[in-house]
């Protein structure tokens, strides 16, 4: 039996019907990089202080009323409280000067019973400044974004079980249904509750669609082109929705309007269904030969080359126990593929709370939320790239162990920057996640090369779960600054360290097909540990005296 890649050769790599997957499935990346961080604007919290209302107050008194707090070093009005109103109002009817007849720390304070007057110089209004998630609801704000990461978590984890059951193609645009009809419904969300519910859902389909359709590009598309889709082209269709989001923000300054306007593109895509075909290589694993044959017979014609009178010759769809049902137990099921799941779920965590830790904190770069935005974006083109390279010419393995290593060194040196040097710091942060993007993206090709295509998806879904976690802890990582102002970036960079070792167990992937069963996929070479080695090395000897 021929490999697919060798029984598919005949239609060539970059013809027609390839470019039109290609092109189709980077563009239906694009909404993804639109809703990822459109949290950043939706949730921002703008300068606030206590309503005060329409009193008889003099215009002293109206300055007055809310008192001068010194946050980090820097005098500003109390964002959670006031002088009390009705003494201030007896006050200003007697004629008093605050500051001059009344010592003003003498002044009982009271609570914001009035609501809050939120400053529009940037936004006209945001999920804070709509519900009031502020002083004690404060908490509600940063769990706004940990709610869509948890859908992250859900979605990574059973739309990769879904797609290998059901297929890439059905998975990969229930799912853009899914985030596009939530988006919508969040811009008419009654209360924050359910905005939190339905943001859940939306970062479901996000991530869904964002696993299925890397899948789906890497098991169409062949040799230097899968490459390049899984490296740069859907990374790119990412990063490039990344960096409209900040334009489109700029001019829709009001929440809902942004919500309306991201849920746009999804829609856009409905015609990609007659487009984009269901993969060959899953057909074959289900036993599906002749729906294979039709799509590549397809293809064939739209490249316009001569397809052979048999492509699947004597094809089984696996060599493992046909009654044997593959899931997510199979990841762990024997030693080698358990420690290559294990090994990978680790670096995915280190890589992913380290994007999003530091992408988060990108929003200290610069006062104006909109030039911040915009540069974390634009930093992930160069890391794409350099991803391309990477999986181009170099092995995966040694490519992740050096992003690793590089990207924790990065951000370890970041203490030893003096004060005065602080654009130094800066660029050593970004080199941080300029390496660790490029990580990110490698990993989802390296991923998908280590297993074999009955349970891809899966082990792909379980792998972004895992790393997930890692994006919903970043948040937290980042407060450990209140205790140390750089033990966020010495925990980030111990991880990469460490994630970096054990990448050195990983099997290697580089210019080899890729695997079609569980076998083929325990045959791949590794470093092995020493004292398995010699372990091994030791069982024939007692075996031997055993016998004798």
């Known amino acids: 039996m ?6 598919t050769a005949f239609l060539g790599q970059w013809g027609r019907f390839q470019q039109v997957v290609f092109f189709l499935l980077c563009a239906s990346i694009v909404p993804n990089g639109l809703g990822a961080f459109s949290v950043v604007f939706l949730t921002d919290i703008p300068r606030h202080h206590c309503l005060i209302p329409e009193e008889n107050l003099t215009q002293d008194w109206r300055d007055a009323i809310i008192p001068i707090e010194v946050v980090n070093g820097k005098r500003e009005q109390s964002r959670c409280s006031r002088y009390r109103l009705d003494v201030v109002r007896n006050l200003s009817a007697q004629g008093f000067i605050p500051g001059r007849d009344v010592n003003l720390t003498d002044l009982e304070q009271e609570g914001c ?17 709509e519900f009031d998630l502020v002083c004690s609801d404060q908490w509600k704000q940063p769990f706004t974004s940990t709610a869509c990461f948890l859908g992250f978590l859900v979605g990574s984890f059973i739309s990769g079980q879904l797609s290998d059951r059901f297929g890439r193609k059905p998975v990969f645009f229930t799912t853009m249904a899914v985030q596009t009809t939530f988006s919508f419904c969040q811009a008419f969300s009654p209360s924050w509750t359910v905005f939190t519910i339905l943001i859940f859902f939306n970062g479901l389909g996000q991530i869904s669609i964002y696993v299925s359709g890397f899948v789906l590009g890497t098991e169409i598309l062949t040799g230097d082109v899968r490459v390049i889709f899984s490296s740069m082209g859907v990374c790119l269709g990412y990063a490039i929705g990344y960096m409209i989001l900040p334009l489109v923000a700029f001019f829709l300054r009001d929440w809902k309007s942004l919500l309306l306007a991201i849920s746009l593109p999804g829609v856009l895509c409905i015609p990609f269904w007659w487009f984009i075909p269901e993969s060959p290589r899953w057909l074959l694993s289900q036993g599906r030969v002749e729906e294979a044959e039709a799509i590549v017979r397809k293809a064939a014609k739209t490249n316009r080359v ?13 060599d493992d126990d046909p009654q044997e049902h593959l899931n997510v137990i199979s990841l ?3 030693q080698s593929v358990r420690s290559t799941t294990v090994i990978l779920c680790l670096v995915g965590f280190s890589l992913s709370i380290g994007y999003y830790g530091l992408s988060l904190n990108t929003s200290q770069l610069h006062a ?12 992930e083109v160069p890391a794409y790239m350099s991803c391309w390279l990477a999986l181009k010419y170099f092995p995966r393995r040694l490519s992740v162990i050096f992003i690793l290593l590089l990207g924790g060194a990065s951000l370890f040196l970041i203490q030893l920057v003096p004060e005065t040097l602080s654009e130094l710091a800066v660029a050593l942060e970004m080199l941080g996640k300029l390496v660790i993007t490029s990580g990110t993206s490698l990993m ?11 349970i891809r998806n899966t082990a792909e879904g379980v792998c972004i779960t895992v790393s997930g976690i890692g994006s919903c802890l970043a948040p937290f990582v980042l407060q450990l600054r209140e205790s140390f102002e750089y033990l966020p970036y010495i925990t980030l960079g111990t991880l990469a360290v460490v994630s970096a070792f054990a990448a050195l167990y990983l099997p290697e992937s580089f210019g080899k097909p890729l695997p079609q069963t569980i076998q083929q996929m325990q045959k791949r070479e590794r470093m092995k540990c020493p004292c398995i080695t010699r372990k091994e090395h030791l069982k024939p000897v007692v075996h031997l005296e055993s016998r004798l």
């Open 306 to 318: 001569q397809a052979p009178t048999v492509i699947f010759k004597d094809y089984r769809a696996h």
């Open 332 to 334: 762990v099921k024997t």
């Open 368 to 379: 104006n939320p909109y030039i911040s935005c915009f540069l974390s974006a634009a930093a």
């Open 113 to 129: 019973v009035d609501g809050w007057s939120y400053s529009k110089d940037i936004y006209q209004s945001t999920l804070v400044s």
């Open 2 to 7: 021929k490999d697919y890649d060798e029984s």
């Open 444 to 454: 989802y090709a390296y991923t998908a090369e280590l297993y074999p295509t009955v």
